[in-house]
């Protein structure tokens, strides 16, 4: 028979033995510091419910700019980073603060404009040649000026235009610092056009007059890797954890979660791990 005192000796044993217990034992958590466009398009929404009940464990999500969300890897305060912005990704890895970088998937960008068009590009499968024409005419730009993928794609384009943005751009060129949500949402209430990946825009439904202006050009592809922080760097990270994540992702299971994930039967992201040039 249990008697009250048994009742609380077991109570204080159970206690004393969840204390001794690592972290990792008691919760089954990682951190993933990732870009806006995984965020707000709705996929992490779709793919980590799948995720935790296949493995358990809870993937708690930091959504910032690719910039930013390195920045979080290179302090430690991630597990796992999963941005889109190769160059920096591969710099990343290459300064000791990721372990590898794998390919999980792509999309593309686009440039959305208002309906009216005022810089006349609509249709236009050139989009060094519709950014021109944006900067000649001086139609509304929004520049997200946040240092994510989504901003660093965009400065790369002007580069390939052949103009020098910081030097040639004037009142009709607003960079805001802020998301890709926000963003869309200046250029909707402002008429102006704005470069958004794919997926945020199929998501984005405070859309208002705007519509996309350009896409299909070649140099609009958007691809998307993961990395997990280099725990040599920081001892505080679950490499473990970390690398199940990864390793789903980029599975054949990870994979068509990705590949299921639409909006109105549309597909937002393409999945190619099995690139080895991604």
Do not use: C
Request: aromatic share 8%.
């Amino acid at each position: 028979m249990l008697t009250r005192r048994t009742l609380i000796a077991a109570t204080a044993i159970g206690a004393l033995l969840l204390g001794a217990m690592p972290a990792s034992a008691q919760e089954k958590s990682i951190v993933v510091s990732s870009t806006t466009s995984t965020q707000d398009s709705g996929l992490f929404g779709h793919i980590l419910p799948l995720f935790k009940a296949k493995t358990g464990i809870d993937v708690k999500v930091v959504s910032q700019g690719t910039g930013q969300a390195l920045d979080t890897g290179r302090r430690g305060d991630a597990d796992v980073v999963f941005v889109h912005a190769r160059a920096q990704e591969e710099k990343f890895v290459a300064d000791g603060f990721g372990v590898k970088r794998f390919a999980v998937m792509y999309n593309d960008f686009v440039l959305i404009g208002p309906k009216g068009d005022p810089a006349g590009i609509k249709d236009t499968k050139d989009i060094t040649a519709a950014l021109k024409t944006i900067k000649d005419k001086g139609a509304p730009f929004i520049s997200r000026g946040d240092k994510s993928g989504t901003h660093s794609a965009e400065l790369n384009l002007w580069k390939a235009t052949g103009i020098d943005i910081a030097k040639d751009k004037g009142p009709w060129y607003k960079e805001i610092g802020q998301g890709m949500g926000a963003a869309l949402n200046t250029a909707s209430a402002s008429n102006a056009y704005v470069l958004a990946d794919r997926g945020t825009w199929l998501s984005f439904k405070n859309r208002g007059d705007l519509i996309i202006a350009v896409e299909g050009d070649k140099r609009l592809f958007n691809q998307y890797g993961v990395m997990l922080v280099n725990p040599a760097k920081h001892p505080s990270v679950k490499k473990d954890l970390g690398q199940q994540f990864i390793d789903w992702l980029v599975s054949a299971e990870g994979q068509k979660a990705i590949t299921d994930y639409k909006i109105n039967g549309e597909q937002l992201f393409y999945p190619n791990a099995k690139d080895a040039s991604a």
